[in-house]
């Protein structure tokens, strides 16, 4: 057993991470820590064969209750046998690539079978950029007012899939907004599955999501917000600066530059961040990291902008928020640090404080959509 609450090593990590996402449906909180029991810390193989065998009996348990007709049971079993394949993958390294793009269609497919149960509805949806195909969401509000819809265009980090997202950004339909997730350079299924990397240039990805929006008949061109959580606290900045378009903007997470405030500061997220860049070496990484900066660009960002982040993060480094806030050029700007550990909201994306946090970024947006 390792402590998942007040995590020191990255299990503890990536379990709250799921704790927090399974407030919204992306898993159950006892069988979780259940599974958590009988995991020794620094155990990968005992952590990979865990979450495979709960992923495979909540799996089960989903198709069991659609053959019985039972559709709002099914829907909550696949919705997490997707979050639980997605938990067996996480520590594979890149010589396991093969069996990672295995445990990631498994998590789609159980994610999809969801889906199509869901109500209000949700569909899958491609978005294009150049000559390249990204897999998402379109996800319709719960409950929305008359007439066009507010969008949020919601983006995750390092590893994180449209299909886990969904989970970080829900309470974001039920304040009528529609939600778009789409699986950009670096992520999901662009990485898994069709080998795309991440690019420093984030704003060309972002732009063609954002264009997909704004086609979208429902959609209030003039009501676009910008959501990029952990990693993305770079990338949403990035788009930021360079599409006016996006009129409000939150680095759940800030990050001014990849190469210092994360490939440098959090050594155990090398391997990750060198799979995300197309499986190179530390040598190529850090080369290849450089221009992933904020340097010169955040100046540009004017719309309103909220920066949150963990006085106490141990994956990106605080003082890189702090930078790219002092940078951006808007004059509604917030940076809130959340800096007492009593409290909460101290650690990585304030997994513990989501109860706090995720009202007090979405009441914030609210007010500005």
């Known amino acids: 057993m390792f402590d998942f609450f007040q995590p020191t090593h990255p299990f503890g990590g990536q379990t709250l991470r799921l704790v927090a996402e399974s407030q919204q449906g992306g898993g159950d909180v006892f069988d979780i820590a259940r599974t958590c029991r009988d995991i020794e810390e620094g155990d990968k193989e ?21 053959s019985n007709g039972h559709k709002a049971t099914a829907r909550q079993h696949f919705y997490s046998a997707n979050q639980y394949w997605r938990m067996s993958d996480v520590f594979l390294t890149m010589e396991d ?53 507010p969008a949020v265009f919601l983006i995750g980090g390092a590893d994180a899939f449209a299909e886990e997202i969904f989970f970080s950004g829900r309470q974001i339909l039920e304040r009528g907004w529609a939600l778009l997730l789409v699986d950009t350079p670096g992520r999901g299924s662009s990485s898994y599955v069709k080998g795309i990397p991440t690019r420093y240039d984030y704003e060309v990805p972002s ?49 001014y530059s990849m190469l210092d405030d994360l490939y440098i500061f959090c050594e155990h997220l090398r391997p990750t961040l060198q799979r995300l860049l197309g499986g190179v070496s530390d040598e190529v990484a850090r080369e290849m990291l450089i221009p992933f900066t904020m340097e010169g660009v955040a100046q540009n960002i004017t719309c309103p902008t909220l920066i949150t982040h963990g006085a106490e993060d141990r994956l990106m480094d605080v003082e890189g928020a702090k930078r790219l806030f002092d940078e951006i050029s808007s004059t509604d700007k917030t940076l809130k640090i959340y800096d007492d550990p009593k409290a909460g909201g101290v650690i990585h994306c304030s997994h513990d404080y989501w109860g706090e946090n995720v009202p007090y970024m979405l009441d914030w947006m609210e007010d500005r959509l």
């Open 46 to 66: 005992g952590w990979e064969r865990s979450w495979v065998s709960l992923a495979e009996r909540t799996e089960k348990k989903a198709k069991d209750a659609l």
């Open 97 to 149: 690539n093969a069996k990672k793009t295995e445990r990631f269609i498994k998590s789609q497919e159980n994610f999809r079978a969801a889906a199509a149960l869901n109500d209000p509805k949700m569909e899958v949806i491609t978005v294009r950029c150049g000559d390249e195909e990204y897999d998402g969401y379109f996800c319709h509000p719960v409950n929305p007012k008359p007439g066009k819809w």
């Open 207 to 255: 732009s063609a999501s954002i264009d997909y929006l704004v086609s979208r008949p429902e959609v209030d061109a003039d009501r676009i917000g910008l959501i990029g959580i952990s990693m993305a606290g770079y990338y949403a900045p990035r788009a930021a600066a360079f599409d006016d378009r996006i009129k409000a903007l939150i680095g759940w997470c800030g990050c």
